[in-house]
C-alpha cells in the first residue's frame, strides 16, 4: 500500500473550521467546505461527531528531542512529563522506545554512573529480607524477556463526558515492548513468603514536584496473586537495550496488564504486607473506579469505589492514520492495527465501514505470549469516492465487546475504551 499519510483530510479544511489541535468538523461543514459525499450516510447514528479534524503543530518538539522520543508523540504534560502515542505511531509489532508513551509521576532521580550498582531491598513479610544490587539481580536469578503491552491507567480518559480531571489521553497511553528481567516471583521466594503476606507495595527513588523529600510521589501495590505471576518481572532491559532512564532505569517492576503506575520506574523497595497497601495512589479515587455506575459529573461523596486492578480492552487502528486523504478512484484500502485488554486474552476483532451498521472479521495474529497485544490486518473496498470512517471493535475471551462510547464515568477518567475511528477521504 502506497503512503497515504502526507495528505491530510484536516489539510484542505479552511483556517476557521478547526476548533482546536483535536477538534471535529461538524458534518454539514465537512460537506460544505471539501465538496464531498459520505457513501454511508444513512447509517451515520443521530448525533455523531464525525473523526475527521484539522492537525495542529506540537510546541513540545525541544522536550521530545531531549528525551531521545519521536517528535509525533503528544506532549500531555509537562511537569511531570507526560506524552501520548498517536495510533498511527502504534504500528509496530513491539513498540520501539522512542514511539513508547511517557508518564512520570513526579522528577526522576538522577541517573547513577554504574547502573549495575542500583540496590533493590525486599522486606516486610518476609523470612529474610534481600538487598540485591542490578549485577546481582541479573546474576543470580534468570533471565525472562516477554512482549507485553504497558498501559496507564488512565489511557481513554478523554473519551469521558463530561471531562474528567487528569491527563488527557486518548488511546496513546500504551506501547507494547519486549521487557527483560528477573521475574518477581523468583525474589520475593528466594527472601521466604510468609503466610501472611497479601499485598505488595512499591518504592522509588523518584521525588515529589513540590521539592519536599519526605512527601512520597506515589506507591503502589498489587495483590500477592497478580505480583506471582509468571511475566511479572523486575526488568532491566527494554527491546534488548539497557532500561532508559526515561522509562525507569536502572530497574524497574512490569506488572502487565494492570495500570502501568504499578508497575513501578526507578523501583529500590518492594515490602509485602499483610493488609491491602495504601500508599499515595491507592486510595480515595486514585486507580479507582465506582463499584456501581455514578452520575456523570457528580461528586464521590458516598460512593463505594474499588481499586482498578485489570485494564478494559481496547482496539486501535494504527494504518491509515485518523484524517488520510486518498486519491480520487481510490477502492481498494488496507488496514492494520492492534487489540489488548488486561488479564483475558482477545477473542476476535471487527471492523466497520459503514457507522457500525455492519461488521466484518479482520486477520488476526496469534499473540507470541500472554498480555502481548494482537496484531490485525484486513483489506476494505470503497465503493465510491467520498468521506468515510472506519470503525474498530474487539471482544473478549468472556465476550466483552469494547462500548460505543467511554461508560462508567468516574472523577479521575479510568477505564475509557470507546471503539476507535479514522476518518478517510477519497477525493
Not at 504534560?77 to 509496530?92: I, S, Y
Request: aromatic residues 8%; charged residues 25%; negative net charge.
Amino acid at each position: 500500500m502506497k503512503d497515504t499519510h502526507d495528505r491530510q483530510i484536516g489539510d484542505a479544511a479552511p483556517q476557521d473550521a478547526s476548533v482546536g489541535r483535536r477538534g471535529f468538523l461538524g458534518l454539514a461543514g465537512l460537506t460544505a467546505a471539501m465538496g464531498v459525499t459520505i457513501p454511508f450516510a444513512k447509517h451515520i447514528p443521530q448525533g455523531l461527531v464525525p473523526a475527521a479534524f484539522a492537525q495542529g503543530t506540537d510546541d513540545h518538539i525541544a522536550m521530545l528531542e531531549d528525551a531521545g522520543k519521536d517528535t509525533g508523540l503528544s506532549v500531555i504534560g509537562d511537569r511531570p512529563f507526560v506524552a501520548e502515542t498517536p495510533e498511527h505511531l502504534l504500528n509496530d509489532d513491539t513498540t520501539p522506545i522512542e514511539k513508547f508513551f511517557v508518564r512520570h509521576n513526579g522528577n526522576p532521580p538522577i541517573a547513577p554512573e554504574d547502573p549495575d550498582a542500583w540496590t533493590l531491598t525486599i522486606e516486610g513479610e518476609v523470612d529474610t529480607p534481600l538487598t540485591l544490587t542490578r549485577a546481582e539481580l541479573k546474576d543470580r536469578f534468570d533471565a525472562h524477556t516477554y512482549r507485553m503491552v504497558l498501559e496507564c491507567g488512565g489511557n481513554g480518559r478523554s473519551f469521558f463526558d463530561p471531562p474528567a480531571r487528569g491527563n488527557q489521553w486518548t488511546n496513546g497511553g500504551a506501547g507494547c515492548a519486549e521487557w527483560t528481567g528477573a521475574r518477581l516471583r523468583d525474589v520475593l521466594e528466594a527472601a521466604g513468603i510468609k503466610d501472611s503476606a497479601i499485598y505488595t507495595a512499591h518504592f522509588g527513588q523518584d521525588t515529589h514536584l513540590s521539592g519536599d523529600p519526605d512527601r512520597e510521589v506515589i506507591s503502589r501495590g498489587v495483590r500477592i496473586e497478580k505480583a506471582l505471576e509468571d511475566e511479572c518481572l523486575i526488568a532491566w532491559a527494554m527491546n534488548g537495550e539497557d532500561l532508559p532512564h526515561i522509562h525507569g532505569g536502572p530497574l524497574r517492576l512490569i506488572i502487565p496488564g494492570w495500570p502501568g503506575s504499578a508497575s513501578h520506574k526507578w523501583v529500590s523497595r518492594v515490602v509485602l504486607r499483610d493488609v491491602e497497601h495504601d500508599g499515595p495512589g491507592m486510595t480515595g479515587t486514585s486507580y479507582r473506579v465506582p463499584a456501581t455506575p455514578m452520575l456523570p459529573g457528580s461528586e464521590p461523596d458516598g460512593v463505594e469505589f474499588l481499586i482498578m486492578e485489570s485494564m478494559p480492552i481496547r482496539s486501535i487502528i494504527s494504518e491509515p492514520r485518523n484524517g488520510t486523504r486518498l486519491e480520487a478512484g481510490t477502492r481498494e484500502l488496507a488496514l492494520r492495527g492492534a487489540a489488548w485488554n488486561g488479564d483475558k486474552g482477545i477473542e476476535t476483532v471487527h471492523i466497520s465501514l459503514d457507522f457500525g451498521a455492519t461488521w466484518r472479521d479482520v486477520d488476526l495474529e496469534a499473540p507470541r505470549n500472554r498480555f502481548d497485544w494482537r496484531r490485525w490486518t484486513a483489506t476494505v473496498e470503497l465503493p465510491s469516492d467520498g468521506y468515510y470512517e472506519i470503525w474498530v471493535r474487539a471482544t473478549d475471551t468472556e465476550s466483552v465487546t469494547q462500548p460505543h462510547i467511554a461508560g462508567n464515568w468516574n472523577p479521575q477518567g479510568y477505564g475509557g475504551n470507546p471503539m476507535h475511528r479514522v476518518a478517510v477521504l477519497v477525493a
